[in-house]
């Protein structure tokens, strides 16, 4: 029971400290701010076998583990809540408070109030705060799609990492192989920095997810038939052959459904809004917690039904790579506070060039008129599409 009450507060940080980096940070810095993080996250995973050589008995490895936890205790004093949190569910009173703590902590002067934010903020004092709900998503019409969507994309990819890991180790488990995976983890973050950086969110995560796609299915039976049909003779090297590449296939898999998993909680922090935020990263957390967990699943039935669950993450993976085109690029753009402005966020349409060459001749006069309405000049467009309001 001590060891469910620790998963579940740590659970609790990881997801508190995910969202404050994410709503602290510029857009520009989102980003790397994120991967800055997670590399340090794979530099403590690294830094456990030292320390547990070190402390020799485990009682004094969980004393020095749980230390740095005591900290935590004073960052309701000393560390902000989320401003922007505040604005969006309309707790005015405390925004106001801390709006002014940073204003002189920045010797900025509040008498004049040149921008006018705080006078804004004092007629809307008598809002009554208002609480969100993940399940809210269910009425909107393009919102649960997208997390739908990534939910799928955390549950196959934290699953075929684990089944990658199984095609490396076996049933066994070393520390060499346990140094062997967090290296692959720190490797994964460096690629996805550098894949992000060229393509973009939406770009990575599709080209990661194909790249992870394709090694199952060589795992799954081209490799097979490759040694099967060019050395009939020989079955050592065949079989030693198909080891080295299946090996091969495994780290690369790893290091593209680990990217893949951390992409699309990163992606679902961008695109749902402020008020629902953090149910639906937890939501997504829970899903690569799942997905995680079917290996052990499969342990307990002494290995039976693995090739069929690899044949179940496989597909999900094939059609992750047919709906994440449908979700919107949120390069450089702000993050939605608002259930309104969340399902605004819509991916970028085709074109008008396209677009007219989908259409009859009768019908481009007709479409050449919609720049002239008033409703298309009010349109806010991005690079995710139209953000309506």
Same mark, same amino acid.
């Given at each position: 029971?001590?060891?469910?009450?620790?998963?579940?507060?740590?659970?609790?940080?990881s997801?508190?400290?995910?969202?404050?980096?994410?709503?602290?940070?510029?857009?520009?810095?989102?980003?790397?701010?994120?991967?800055?993080?997670n590399?340090?996250?794979?530099?403590?995973?690294?830094?456990?076998?030292?320390?547990? $050589?070190?402390?020799?008995?485990?009682?004094?490895?969980?004393? $020095?583990?749980?230390?740095?936890?005591?900290? /935590?205790?004073?960052?309701? =004093?000393?560390?902000?809540?989320?401003?922007?949190?505040?604005?969006?569910?309309?707790?005015?009173?405390?925004?106001?408070?801390?709006?002014?703590?940073?204003?002189?902590?920045?010797?900025?002067?509040?008498?004049?109030?040149?921008?006018?934010?705080?006078?804004?903020l004092?007629?809307?004092?008598?809002?009554?705060?208002?609480?969100?709900?993940?399940?809210?998503?269910?009425?909107?019409?393009?919102? =649960?799609?997208?997390i739908?969507?990534?939910?799928?994309?955390?549950?196959s990819?934290?699953?075929?990492?684990?089944?990658?890991v199984?095609?490396?180790?076996?049933?066994?488990?070393?520390?060499?192989?346990?140094l062997?995976?967090?290296?692959?983890? /720190?490797?994964?973050?460096? $690629?996805?920095?550098?894949?992000?950086?060229?393509?973009?969110?939406?770009?990575?995560?599709?080209?990661?997810?194909i790249?992870t796609?394709?090694?199952?299915?060589l795992?799954?039976?081209?490799?097979?038939?490759?040694?099967?049909?060019?050395?009939?003779?020989?079955?050592?090297?065949?079989?030693?052959?198909?080891?080295?590449?299946?090996?091969?296939l495994?780290?690369?898999?790893?290091?593209?459904?680990?990217?893949?998993?951390?992409?699309? /909680?990163?992606?679902?922090?961008?695109?749902?809004?402020?008020?629902?935020?953090?149910?639906?990263?937890g939501?997504?957390?829970?899903?690569?917690?799942?997905?995680m967990?079917?290996?052990?699943?499969?342990?307990?039935?002494k290995?039976?039904?693995?090739?069929?669950?690899?044949?179940?993450?496989?597909?999900?993976?094939?059609?992750?790579?047919?709906?994440?085109?449908?979700?919107?690029?949120?390069?450089?753009?702000?993050?939605?506070?608002?259930?309104?402005?969340?399902?605004?966020?819509?991916?970028?349409?085709?074109?008008?060039?396209?677009?007219?060459?989908?259409?009859?001749?009768?019908?481009?006069?007709?479409?050449?008129?919609?720049?002239?309405?008033?409703?298309?000049?009010q349109?806010?467009?991005?690079?995710?599409?139209?953000?309506?309001?």
């Amino acid at each position: 029971m001590l060891r469910f009450v620790q998963g579940f507060g740590l659970a609790g940080i990881s997801l508190s400290l995910y969202l404050l980096r994410i709503e602290l940070c510029l857009p520009a810095w989102r980003f790397s701010m994120t991967m800055v993080a997670n590399v340090l996250a794979v530099g403590g995973q690294l830094l456990l076998p030292a320390l547990a $050589v070190l402390c020799v008995d485990w009682h004094v490895l969980q004393l $020095v583990l749980i230390c740095p936890l005591a900290l /935590m205790l004073s960052y309701a =004093w000393f560390f902000p809540e989320s401003l922007r949190w505040l604005l969006a569910t309309q707790r005015y009173e405390r925004a106001k408070g801390q709006m002014y703590q940073v204003a002189q902590s920045n010797s900025v002067d509040t008498e004049t109030d040149e921008s006018g934010i705080l006078s804004a903020l004092e007629a809307e004092l008598h809002q009554t705060p208002q609480s969100s709900c993940i399940l809210q998503i269910i009425h909107t019409r393009n919102m =649960w799609k997208n997390i739908l969507v990534l939910c799928v994309n955390s549950l196959s990819s934290s699953g075929m990492g684990q089944c990658f890991v199984r095609a490396v180790s076996g049933v066994s488990f070393s520390p060499k192989h346990y140094l062997v995976l967090v290296g692959i983890a /720190m490797g994964g973050c460096i $690629v996805l920095v550098t894949v992000v950086l060229v393509m973009g969110r939406r770009g990575a995560q599709l080209s990661f997810m194909i790249v992870t796609a394709l090694a199952s299915l060589l795992q799954l039976g081209l490799l097979n038939l490759i040694g099967k049909y060019s050395l009939r003779h020989d079955t050592a090297l065949r079989d030693t052959l198909n080891r080295r590449l299946s090996v091969a296939l495994s780290v690369i898999g790893m290091l593209t459904s680990h990217a893949v998993s951390h992409l699309s /909680m990163f992606i679902c922090a961008e695109i749902t809004p402020t008020v629902i935020r953090g149910g639906a990263v937890g939501l997504l957390m829970a899903n690569a917690a799942v997905g995680m967990c079917v290996t052990a699943l499969v342990d307990l039935q002494k290995m039976r039904g693995f090739f069929l669950l690899r044949i179940i993450l496989t597909c999900s993976c094939l059609l992750s790579i047919i709906c994440i085109p449908l979700l919107p690029e949120t390069t450089g753009q702000p993050l939605p506070e608002s259930m309104a402005e969340g399902e605004g966020l819509l991916r970028r349409p085709l074109p008008s060039g396209e677009q007219h060459h989908l259409l009859t001749r009768s019908e481009v006069a007709e479409y050449s008129r919609v720049a002239d309405t008033p409703m298309h000049r009010q349109g806010n467009d991005t690079v995710n599409g139209i953000r309506t309001s």
